[in-house]
């Protein structure tokens, strides 16, 4: 197993004696200077037979600032000018210099106390995931105080902590936090990356996203920042995953700035096609060449730097499928690069999530990413939103629904055919929304985007939004209108948080959070995009909803497998699963397949390993009909107790004797616990 070839740590490395010695490699380059501004330069020299250029500087001291400049042959594959700075690759800090016309690159400590402050221990069965963005997240957030809210702090202040607790998350998943910067053509319109899916410098945090104390004591400050957010996140129990970068930077296509990679040796860290372009399948004007070894390490680097020194849990990569293509671009699921991260010693206690896919041919590899690594399950999302709304719409429209209930039963039961026996339904993150795409509220007023604010004539983001307005597009005062939304998104909250594999909650969906039909908001403004805090009545029955989800999934093992079960066999960890019909018969495969028969009964069981044996019996009923359905009888069973429904106000303490018949009025999903 290939772990890494050079040994020697790039980037700055600062001794005790203010002697800098410095290492970045170039295989094209003929020559190379190292500037600390202020203490005076050093020419780099190349280890003879390595793509290697070392030096030294005296005098250094944290808080410098410093650039490269390099210099090589010309040609179409080579964007070489030796007066240009240049930043370092392996920066740990970044920063606007000359009257912030340019980035430079900061010496840093990085010295920190953790004290005996640990990763939390966050079983993989009973994570629950929340996508946020570090600005959006606490921007209004008035518990927060002012100077800290959309920052680093404000994501680590006791109330962002209070309500992650209050509706059962495990692991924060923040939106790119590594250095970032906004698109050429958006800085000419006056516009910015409010996503960051835009690298600058893999090593160093995004300053814009630390307080302003913090920035004022520069990149040492933001890097302590930063850390103590994860400190204190980790002292509540609460994992940081960071979304990252690798497949391409914010270089963009040729022509566009160059500020690091290209003009060190754009030849060999960039997929080329033949007629000397970028061979792009990212669709930002980039790609980095990970058959590259040295590409690679660079990206191997950057997850150990902040497994190790930044403390993260776990990293969820942006296009992923961009990282596994070999020389011939080709996908390859046995890349060097992802064998690398799946079993790279200082990587062993990270959890890894794959954004499955890229634009390029081929491109679409969900299923494909092999041990240890879980993939984000776009088939959950498809499956969930058409069952719970566009079929249920198309009901409306023309008395039948689209679809049978059978391809809600797969998803519910953790996407077995997608990620097959030996991998299990931990494979998969199952989501129904993330921050490309609608909000789970406009999933339910909206049928079309409305993406004018993004300034690109709605061409922007997807058609293919399988939402439902409930007759009205937008905003509506129809208590009739609102509270079938409201209906709408409980049942999708609630296959969600029901359902075997990784759940991933996106933020604000918890507070009813609208976007007011932007579907990919990656450049609105800040007063569109927040998570709510008011006291609004609906954000808090919906955040109460999502809180009882999560205590449930909690409580019943039966909802959260590990393993798929295996005819004949007892699987640890696995769950035996039953099916009934509306009958409370048998499931036949007429009540599987056609459209007309939207309902089940899924009597699912655990079979022990680490926790006590569990059952609950999950209905769904998938028509606007109103629909009795009769309880199964079980040799096992006296009788169920409803412990969670989507329609509102059902009774959930008296005990149904097994064989009762339940009303079911509309579509709707109800847990029922056994007695």
């Not at 390859?332 to 041919?361: C, K, M, S, T, Y």
């Not at 004539?457 to 007759?471: A, I, V, Y």
């Not at 008296?654 to 029922?672: C, D, E, K, Q, S």
Request: net charge negative.
């Amino acid at each position: 197993m290939h772990e890494t070839a050079i040994e020697t740590p790039q980037g700055i490395l600062l001794g005790p004696d203010g002697t800098a010695r410095f290492c970045m490699r170039s295989a094209s380059a003929t020559s190379a200077t190292l500037v600390v501004d202020g203490r005076g330069s050093v020419a780099l020299e190349r280890v003879d037979g390595t793509d290697l250029w070392t030096g030294s500087v005296d005098g250094v001291r944290v808080g410098d600032t410093y650039h490269l400049l390099v210099d090589g042959p010309a040609g179409p594959r080579h964007e070489f000018d030796g007066t240009r700075p240049l930043l370092d690759p392996y920066a740990r800090g970044i920063v606007r210099t000359d009257g912030e016309r340019r980035w430079s690159s900061v010496v840093v400590d990085g010295s920190f106390d953790w004290g005996d402050v640990g990763k939390p221990e966050v079983p993989l069965d009973r994570v629950v995931v929340y996508e946020a963005n570090v600005r959006t997240l606490t921007s209004e957030n008035h518990a927060v105080p002012e100077h800290l809210r959309g920052t680093y702090a404000g994501v680590a202040h006791e109330s962002t902590i209070a309500h992650l607790h209050r509706i059962g998350v495990t692991t924060l998943e923040l939106l790119p936090v590594q250095a970032f910067d906004t698109e050429h053509w958006l800085q000419e319109a006056g516009r910015e990356n409010a996503w960051g899916y835009n690298t600058l410098g893999f090593f160093a945090p995004h300053a814009g996203y630390a307080s302003a104390p913090a920035r004022e004591q520069g990149a040492d400050g933001v890097l302590r920042e930063f850390k103590g957010m994860v400190r204190l996140l980790h002292e509540a129990g609460i994992q940081v995953v960071l979304d990252v970068v690798y497949n391409h930077t914010a270089e963009e296509g040729l022509g566009g700035p160059t500020s690091s990679l290209r003009g060190i040796d754009g030849a060999n860290r960039y997929r080329w096609a033949d007629d000397d372009t970028y061979y792009d399948t990212t669709g930002c004007g980039n790609t980095l060449d990970t058959s590259v070894e040295a590409t690679a390490d660079l990206v191997v680097d950057s997850l150990r730097y902040w497994a190790r020194e930044m403390q993260v849990d776990g990293f969820r990569f942006d296009l992923m499928a961009a990282l596994a293509r070999d020389a011939d671009h080709a996908f390859d699921p046995d890349h060097p690069l992802l064998d690398r991260i799946r079993h790279h010693e200082d990587l062993q206690d990270v959890l890894v999530i794959a954004e499955p896919w890229d634009v390029g041919p081929d491109g679409w590899r969900t299923g494909h990413f092999g041990e240890r690594v879980s993939e984000w399950n776009d088939g959950f999302r498809n499956t969930v939103r058409q069952f719970w709304l566009t079929d249920v719409a198309q009901e409306r429209r023309t008395g039948v629904p689209g679809a049978g209930i059978g391809p809600l039963a797969g998803a519910l039961t953790g996407s077995r055919s997608l990620f097959g026996v030996p991998r299990g339904p931990l494979a998969g993150i199952n989501f129904v929304t993330a921050h490309d795409g609608f909000t789970l509220h406009d999933l339910t007023a909206y049928d079309h985007k409305h993406n004018a604010a993004n300034g690109e004539d709605d061409r922007d983001g997807t058609n293919d939004n399988r939402s439902f307005n409930h007759g009205v597009e937008g905003p509506t005062e129809d208590r009739g209108v609102r509270a079938a939304r409201g209906r709408s998104m409980r049942n999708l909250l609630g296959t969600l948080l029901l359902s075997a594999g990784v759940p991933m909650l996106t933020a604000g969906d918890e507070r009813s959070r609208t976007q007011h039909g932007n579907n990919n908001a990656y450049v609105v403004s800040d007063d569109l995009t927040p998570v709510d805090w008011s006291t609004d009545e609906d954000a808090e029955s919906m955040t109460e909803t999502v809180a009882a989800l999560t205590a449930l999934r909690a409580a019943h093992p039966a909802l959260r497998p590990s393993r798929y079960g295996v005819d004949g066999q007892v699987t640890p960890s696995a769950s035996r699963m039953t099916w009934y019909g509306p009958d409370g018969g048998p499931m036949t495969g007429e009540w599987w397949d056609q459209p007309i028969h939207r309902a089940l009964q899924y009597f699912v069981e655990s079979t022990p390993e680490h926790e006590p044996y569990d059952r609950v019996l999950v209905v769904v009923h998938g028509s606007g009909r109103t629909r009795d359905l009769t309880l199964p009888v079980r040799d096992d069973v006296l009788a169920y107790r409803l412990a969670w429904s989507s329609e509102k106000h059902r009774d959930h303490d008296r005990h149904r004797p097994a064989g009762t018949v339940f009303t079911a009025y509309g579509p709707g999903i109800h847990v029922f616990e056994i007695v």
